[in-house]
């Protein structure tokens, strides 16, 4: 499968700012997703980049550079509900996962 | 409501008794996938399929057994479980198209005694 690397943890405090890193071996596809799984939850979709640049959706934003394989997260105005794993994914036949970063935020 | 729908949400079993977890959504897709989570490894594809019966091997195979005989289902059997086959395992599925999210069912906790 792929190389995909993030952090295995991070901490943060409420309505602070986090960023998510994510590198990983440039495949045939182009793009990378986020998924946001909770503890004990199925993960759910978070965004879907395919070009680079940033896209900004609400809290939640995704930067993609394709040719340098690398993506990160970033997670503004941190709230308690935001404490989950992160999940980077390389899009494919073999959709590829990252072991996820597990975000704690504390009061 | 637009569902992967995953049974059974926790099962304990004893080695080598053949179990089977069913997986069947509703949303017309053609791609699902099977999915073992393990703390620290992260998610690790088992099988996936692209259409009624045409399925393949996904990273960890091995002691796993699949089939899609219909668009809506896909179940996963274990022939002869093992405690390392001991997970939690999520089947998803997504329309076709590489750059399509994915759905997941809600888990199943698996215990091989």
């Known amino acids: 499968g792929q190389n995909i690397d993030q952090p295995t943890e991070m901490t943060a405090t409420e309505g602070a700012i986090v960023q998510i890193n994510c590198t990983y071996q440039?495949?045939?596809?182009?793009?990378l997703f986020w998924y946001q799984q909770h503890a004990g939850e199925a993960p759910t979709f978070l965004s879907y980049n395919v070009l680079d640049g940033l896209e900004e959706k609400g809290r939640f934003s995704s930067f993609l550079s394709r040719s340098k394989g690398y993506s990160y997260l970033l997670l503004k105005e941190l709230q308690m509900k935001d404490s989950a794993s992160y999940l980077c994914?390389?899009?494919?036949?073999?959709?590829?996962f990252g072991a996820g970063t597990t975000v704690t935020v504390r009061a | 409501e637009a569902q992967v729908t995953q049974n059974p949400r926790y099962l304990i079993t004893v080695t080598g008794k053949k179990l089977t977890v069913t997986c069947s959504q509703n949303?017309?897709?053609?791609?699902m996938s099977w999915y073992r989570q393990d703390p620290g490894l992260g998610l690790r594809q088992i099988y996936y399929s692209m259409n009624v019966e045409v399925t393949d091997k996904g990273d960890v195979p091995e002691g796993y057994k699949v089939s899609r005989k219909e668009k809506r289902n896909f179940p996963l059997i274990l022939e002869s479980p093992s405690p390392n086959q001991t997970s939690l395992y999520f089947c998803?599925?997504?329309?076709?198209?590489?750059?399509?999210?994915?759905?997941f069912g809600s888990g199943t906790q698996l215990s091989v005694l």
């Open positions: 998803a599925s997504r329309q076709t198209g590489a750059d399509e999210k994915l759905f």
């Open positions: 994914a390389v899009p494919g036949y073999k959709l590829s």
């Open positions: 440039t495949s045939g596809f182009n793009g």
């Open positions: 949303m017309n897709h053609e791609y």
